[in-house]
């Protein structure tokens, strides 16, 4: 958001808010924790609203649900722009201050009429007019998205089309107001905030940039290459193209997490060579050439994490690591020194110290000081000694050095397009109990994970296609074919169907999803697939 | 709401009783948009009424009941599960449409009850002076609740002049008919206060010294004003008709007999304090009042006695009936509070009291029906006369002639309201019921009065006087208790919970005649489990659960040699 990799706000202030719009997020199952600060928030008289295709269990909770169809999330914020300005609900000295393109936005959602968003959403006008109002009229309002807006293949935009929003009301950059993608594990953040993004190298700092590039050159006394990297959906085409014959895989199951699957694996056959590192044996791993068995990050080395609200943590080592596996920082300098590079100590905060060196927004972090704050949020620095709450204040500031710009967005349908042949909109997403492809939740037994895969659908469409619960079907996407029992599921309605790809060893849902990819981002529009639905004799 | 629903479905007789609290459900899945959250999750308070509809119409809560009472409250199945079994007539397993619950309570059992088989013991039905007594319950399209007997004998003062409160019951006055209330005097005392204005009628109020006659005798003038007084809004009434204190039926009368008083009272009581809603709550064993209250509230409603502009005032007040599901305890104040709301009757901690944090949250005032029968005269013939001419009720039951409910000046002597009654040289009073104390022949002169009362370490309490003649078995009555408190406490807080078992195992140990240790030791026990329970209870109940079973030990010496 604005050039910070990085949500706005702090948990506190979600707490302190008096609106939680959550979008594309189910964050009651996939983001847990921070639905546990939502409740907070809701319990003290905040209003939830979700918009989400389905009723989700979030939605359950929310004042106002918006049952949209998959991938028309520009429409609807578009037609809530609109109704914003229409209404007289925007926050013009905060525009007029903090932003610039206003009245290029203006011009290009004004087409976007409740009407016509109705039209292309399925909500009816009413209810996006609420939804319009409750932004604009809160006080405080937290704006909270994840895969459902990032995973199309427009993502970037469907999150250019959220950040308007916040500009139009000034709901960004102020306590209690903010923008926030969720982010997944104890250290997705964390991931990003390291460099592990081809664009950008550690602090988020952008690889294009020549001054970072070369403090970086100095401190590594090598040069820095300019070039962007690849995106993983890029690293396949790479694969694909044959320009990429050699993959080493940390802490990623590919083969099973990658649209497409029948494509993934296949390409990943076809490597010359594949390295993987993993604290379990992934299906990607049954592929390699070498497995590095590697420590549990979170018990078993040293080092930090970092959540969704920037907060890096200290985390410690409290076992070893069992048999042969060990840290990945040792594996990595171990790597190094082999390929004949020292890269110093393995330590994890003497690497720390090397970051901060380099990274101005963690300059201030030291270990100490993590400790004896308990955890800082990021930018700490001279500026921020103690870190920072939320990001983005500047833009309240007397005068704005540098505006954020709005940037409009059209509505672009998603690309698995539905016909007759595959007439129902398959959207995959998370449950609670399961994490991603199983790796890390599958081996654990859980009450909930009785039912295994199914595809969910609602109880009409059952009637219709004259299937019941717990038959098998087979689920035909243009890409592939599945077997997967069927559940019914009233959260859904006619015509949409949702599965998870928790258990790929019973159901390869990722056979069905479709590749296509953001340009920006790199990521799929896993949310997205036409199928249809096809009874099996038993 | 994080909902993990019940598998089972409900019958559509179940749904349809369900639907007929908490409205017909709008389509179910498939929709686009749906609302939620805070506005339905404040339908809470419907929990209740929804379960209790289901029990009336199939005679049982089931588990498709009660997944689809939790679906459509927005209320966690577990949650729902947990106040459903906390109220006594709730039943969660099948049983048959018509149930007899049959009272083996104190009175009764002076009055020879037995349980028959395949009928459901129960505590105090608030039937004493008609003892032995029951209650059937009967389940289906038309369910009934009756009382049994169905008649008392007469209120023993019928015909007598001179009586406030009892005054239009004496008189014959037709409970069912609002012209008939307003011919003996109905409505005067509310004109009387609109007249008035609302400083007018706290300064009535404060000026009759009226004390609460639910057994706390806490000054209602210094309870109206506090709440009066209050910014927040809204401000809420509630009038605690949980009459249960064992031996207690007063409630009872005024309600089966003067139903439209208590409604006018309620009023006042609304319109000098800011309500604008209010709230009655009835125990659910008596169907009667509850008959006789539903049709005075709706009556006043259709003559403008309630509703959106009250005899033309422009004053806004509303009441409704909420009915209880078995549970003493809820006639604490607070937890009546959580029960109404839809939660366990469990009392909460205080401060804040509810004259700041009640009902919802919101500024309350909270009185028993007896102290609001008075209002209506501190109105009429104000403050101070009220003061010189104030009178009380008293429970007679157990051995008497008479028994029946009293009405008699503050200060009569014991004996003399015993005379009256009919009763011979009793071996033992219970005042103030199973809360209260027991009297020997020695203390029968002490004059009804707070003070008098207090000064022999008794306590008017709600207004029981349980004659026990000589052949009467006071041990029984005391191991009756015991069980009593230990059932009713409702095991929030250590010192209620476990002392209560505790001292009904004493009490057993004792009556089998195998103390533990000497029978002073066990005596010791007795008394320091009664300490700890009446300083470390969160509420009443454990604080006062020992009173009447130290004093049977201390003034009588049962169980003692």
Redesign the interface.
């Known amino acids: 958001v604005f050039g910070a990799g990085g949500g706005t706000s702090s948990y506190e202030e979600v707490r302190d808010a008096d609106l939680v719009v959550l979008w594309g997020s189910n964050a ?1 199952e996939t983001h847990p924790i921070f639905f546990h600060h939502v409740l907070k928030a ?1 319990n003290r ?1 905040a ?2 609203i979700v918009v989400d295709p389905r ?1 989700s ?1 979030s ?10 169809d998959v991938g028309t999330d520009i429409a609807l914020a578009n037609a809530v722009g609109r109704e914003l300005i229409h209404a007289g609900l925007v926050n013009t000295a905060f525009v007029e201050r903090a932003t610039t393109g206003f009245d290029a936005y203006r011009e290009q959602v004004e087409p976007y009429t409740l009407e016509r968003a109705g039209e292309i959403t ?3 006008a ?2 996006i007019r609420e939804l319009a109002h409750a932004y604009g009229r809160a006080d405080r309002a937290q704006l909270c998205w994840t895969l459902g807006i990032t995973e199309h293949h427009n993502a970037v935009d469907n999150v250019f089309a959220l950040i308007n929003l916040a500009l139009l009301t000034g709901h960004v950059g102020r306590y209690g107001s903010g923008l926030n993608p969720l982010r997944g594990q104890n250290n997705v953040q964390g991931g990003g905030d390291m460099g592990a993004l081809p664009n950008r190298l550690p602090g988020f700092q952008p690889l294009s940039d020549a001054a970072v590039r070369s403090r970086f050159e100095a401190s590594w006394g090598r040069p820095v290459p300019p070039e962007e990297g690849l995106h993983l959906t890029g690293m396949f085409e790479a694969m694909e193209h044959g320009e990429l014959t050699a993959l080493y895989v940390i802490g990623e199951n590919p083969a099973q997490s990658e649209a497409d699957q029948t494509r993934a694996v296949r390409l990943l056959e076809g490597l010359d060579h594949l390295v993987v590192q993993d604290i379990v044996p992934t299906r990607t791993a049954e592929l390699a050439d070498v497995v590095l068995p590697a420590a549990a990050s979170w018990c078993e080395a040293e080092g930090t994490v970092t959540s969704s609200e920037r907060r890096v943590q200290r985390v410690r080592k409290a076992l070893d690591p069992p048999g042969d596996a060990r840290d990945d920082i040792e594996i990595v300098y171990e790597l190094g020194r082999r390929l004949g590079h020292e890269l110093g100590s393995p330590r994890g905060e003497d690497v720390w110290d090397e970051l901060r060196s380099l990274s101005p927004m963690h300059a201030g972090m030291s270990y100490p000081h993590l400790e004896e704050l308990g955890g800082i949020q990021w930018p700490c620095n001279e500026e921020f000694p103690d870190g920072s709450q939320f990001l983005h204040g500047r833009l309240w500031d007397e005068v704005v050095a540098d505006r954020a710009p709005f940037t409009p967005v059209e509505d672009d349908p998603p690309v698995d397009v539905l016909d007759d042949d595959f007439p129902i909109r398959l959207t995959t997403g998370r449950r609670l109990e399961s994490f991603n492809t199983g790796v890390q939740s599958g081996a654990f037994s859980s009450p909930l994970h009785r039912h295994g895969e199914a595809i969910q659908i ?3 469409d059952g009637a219709r296609l004259g299937v019941n619960e717990g038959d098998r079907v087979r689920i035909v996407s243009r890409r592939g074919a599945v077997e997967a029992p069927v559940r019914y599921d ?5 015509g949409l169907a949702f599965m998870s790809f928790h258990f790929p060893e019973l159901v390869e849902t990722n056979v069905l999803t479709i590749d296509a990819t953001d340009p920006q981002s790199g990521t799929a529009e896993f949310k997205a697939a036409a199928i249809r639905i096809e009874k099996v004799s038993a | 709401v994080d909902l993990r629903l019940l598998s089972a479905e409900p019958t559509d007789a179940e749904r349809e009783a369900i639907d007929s609290v908490v409205g017909a459900p709008s389509a179910n899945g498939g929709g686009r948009v749906a609302r939620g959250g805070h506005a339905l999750r404040a339908q809470r308070h419907l929990l209740l009424p929804a379960l209790r509809a289901a029990q009336r119409r199939v005679g049982w809560v089931s588990e498709g009941a009660l997944g689809y009472a939790s679906r459509r409250l927005d209320v966690p199945p577990a949650d729902a599960y947990g106040v459903a079994s906390f109220y006594h007539l709730i039943a969660l397993e099948e049983r048959p449409a018509d149930v007899l619950h049959v009272c083996d309570d104190i009175a009764c059992r002076l009055a020879g009850a037995t349980v028959p088989e395949g009928a459901n013991p129960s505590p105090c039905l608030g039937l004493c002076e008609r003892a032995p007594a029951a209650l059937r319950t009967i389940a289906g399209e038309a369910p009934r609740e009756i009382q049994l007997p169905e008649v008392g004998p007469p209120l023993p003062q019928a015909g007598e002049p001179g009586l406030r409160l009892l005054r239009r019951i004496a008189a014959g006055a037709d409970p069912t008919s609002l012209d008939d209330y307003r011919a003996h005097g109905g409505y005067a005392a509310l004109r009387r206060a609109l007249e008035l204005g609302p400083a007018g009628v706290l300064r009535e109020v404060s000026e009759s010294k009226l004390l609460g006659r639910g057994g706390a005798a806490f000054p209602t003038g210094v309870k109206w004003e506090a709440v009066a007084r209050q910014p927040a809004r809204p401000h809420y009434l509630v009038c605690n008709a949980d009459e249960s204190e064992p031996g207690t039926f007063k409630d009872r009368v005024l309600m089966e007999g003067d139903p439209f008083a208590l409604v006018e009272a309620m009023t006042i009581a609304a319109y000098a304090t800011g309500c604008e809603h209010g709230y009655l709550y009835v125990r659910a064993e008596y169907p009667k009042a509850h008959e006789r209250l539903e049709h005075a509230l709706a009556a006043a409603r259709t003559r403008g006695y309630l509703g959106a502009d009250v005899m033309g005032s422009g004053f806004a007040f509303d009441a409704e009936l909420r009915i209880g599901a078995g549970a003493y305890v809820c006639g604490e104040e607070t937890a009546l509070f959580e029960s109404i709301e839809g939660n366990r009757g469990e009392p909460r901690n205080k401060p804040p009291f509810p004259v700041e944090v009640g009902l919802f949250g919101k500024p309350t005032v909270v009185n028993n029906v007896e102290t609001l029968a008075n209002v209506l005269d501190v109105v009429g013939s104000g403050g101070e006369a009220f003061r010189d001419a104030e009178t009380r009720l008293f429970c007679l039951s157990g051995h008497v002639e008479r028994p029946g409910l009293y009405e008699v000046p503050v200060g009569t002597r014991l004996s003399g309201l015993l005379e009256l009654a009919g009763a011979a040289p009793p071996k033992a009073v219970l005042l103030g019921g199973a809360a209260g104390t027991f009297l020997g022949p020695d203390d029968l002169d002490v004059e009804l009065d707070f003070e008098a009362t207090r000064a022999i370490g008794a306590t008017l309490g709600s207004g029981v006087v349980m004659v026990f003649g000589q052949s009467a078995d006071l041990a029984d009555a005391v191991l009756r208790i015991a069980a009593f408190f230990r059932e009713e406490s409702c095991g929030q807080c250590v010192p209620c919970r476990v002392g209560t078992v505790r001292v009904q195992e004493t009490l057993q140990r004792l009556a089998a005649g195998a103390p533990r240790g000497s029978v002073e030791d066990e005596l010791a026990l007795l008394d320091e489990l009664a300490q700890v329970m009446r300083d470390a209870s969160i509420c009443g109940l454990g604080q006062t659960a020992a009173n009447a079973v130290t004093s049977a030990i201390t003034r009588l010496g049962v169980l003692a040699s």
């Not at chain 1, 939605?59 to 949209?68: F, H, I, K, N, P």
């Not at chain 1, 009233?490 to 006619?494: C, D, G, I, V």
């Open positions: 009651r809701v008289g209003r939830l009723r269990s939605a359950q909770w929310a004042d106002l649900w918006v049952g949209l399925g909500v009816p009413e209810a609602f109880p009409d009233e959260t859904l309605r006619p």
